[in-house]
């Protein structure tokens, strides 16, 4: 499963301070790196330490190994994200059946 689908399953099922935290990284992921950990702490509404712990329970061992994953996927996103047609082989003129 990739991270952002992480984050998204925290967002939606979480109901503790974890899902702040998933909710302002998804809304601001293309400039997450502009942050501090203070700083979405405090966007989050929660602590530092809340944002560490989300992290540790993404399985990372903290919050700047998150970070540089997270990013990493991002980049990886943006440069794959138009090369791919969830269409493909259909066409406008394809059937239901087809």
Request: hydrophobic share 35%.
């Amino acid at each position: 499963m990739y991270l952002m689908q992480k984050i998204e399953d925290v967002a939606v099922g979480s109901d503790d301070a974890k899902k702040n935290v998933a909710s302002f990284i998804l809304n601001n992921y293309d400039r997450i790196f502009e942050y501090t950990i203070d700083d979405i702490a405090r966007e989050s509404f929660t602590s530092k330490s809340t944002v560490t712990r989300f992290a540790k329970y993404l399985d990372f061992s903290g919050w700047r190994d998150f970070l540089k994953a997270f990013i990493a996927e991002v980049k990886i996103q943006e440069k794959y994200k138009d090369s791919v047609d969830v269409n493909y082989p259909f066409s406008e003129e394809s059937s239901d059946k087809e």
